[in-house]
Structures are given as structure tokens and as C-alpha cells.
């Protein structure tokens, strides 16, 4: 079965860390772009980072210097590091494999307080 199982999110204040996971399955993990997408209330889902699977990172403008992405290839797991934290990072964060028409994590809820 093909799946994305996001974990790690949560509430922290601003300023803090949070780290992400999202565990898939080895069928679509294998060779293929991961990235972490979020959406907030009442705004259309956007592009965090992404990650080739040789280890090419890509990142949204507004988490450059605070995010990192990263993919462990033997355990098809793809992270998100997450640090200075702001309010507007307050989103669900989404698990996304670029693997033929797209596949979807269930996502996970991120609140920054201030």
C-alpha cells in the first residue's frame, strides 16, 4: 500500500524548533523529489522545500536560513528541520512525493505561538 505518514508536528513559541518526518513507502520514496508543502487558514497550499533524491535541496523564499530538508534514503524518510520559528509559520505541513500523478501525507498541524 502506498502511503506518506507525517509526524512531529505541534505547538511551540516563536523562536523554537520543530523537526518533521514523513515516513513512505519505498515504492514511490525510491529515486524521486520529496518536499514539505503547508497551507494556512484561508490560503492556498505552497512549497516549502523540496529534495531531489540525490540530495538537491530547493526552499520557499521565506524559510531560507531557518529550514532545512533533508531525505534518508535507506530508512525513505524525508525530514524537515524547522528553526526560528515565526507565527506565520503556523500552517499544516504536508508530506508530498513526486511520483507519478503526486501522492499526498494526511499532514501535520504547526502553530507558532507569540
Known amino acids: 500500500q502506498v502511503q506518506l505518514v507525517e509526524s512531529g508536528g505541534g505547538l511551540v513559541q516563536a523562536g523554537g524548533s520543530l523537526r518533521l518526518s514523513c515516513a513512505a513507502s519505498r515504492i514511490i520514496f525510491s529515486g524521486n523529489t520529496m518536499g514539505w508543502y503547508r497551507q494556512a487558514p484561508g490560503k492556498q497550499r505552497e512549497l516549502v522545500a523540496s529534495i531531489t533524491s540525490g540530495g538537491s535541496a530547493n526552499y520557499a523564499d521565506s524559510v531560507k536560513g531557518r529550514f532545512t530538508i533533508a531525505r534518508d534514503n535507506a530508512k525513505n524518510t524525508v525530514y524537515l528541520q524547522m528553526n526560528s520559528l515565526k507565527p506565520e509559520d503556523t500552517a499544516v505541513y504536508f508530506c508530498?512525493?513526486?511520483?507519478?500523478?503526486?501522492?499526498w501525507g494526511q499532514g501535520t498541524q504547526v502553530t507558532v505561538s507569540s
Open positions: 508530498h512525493c513526486q511520483y507519478g500523478r503526486g501522492y
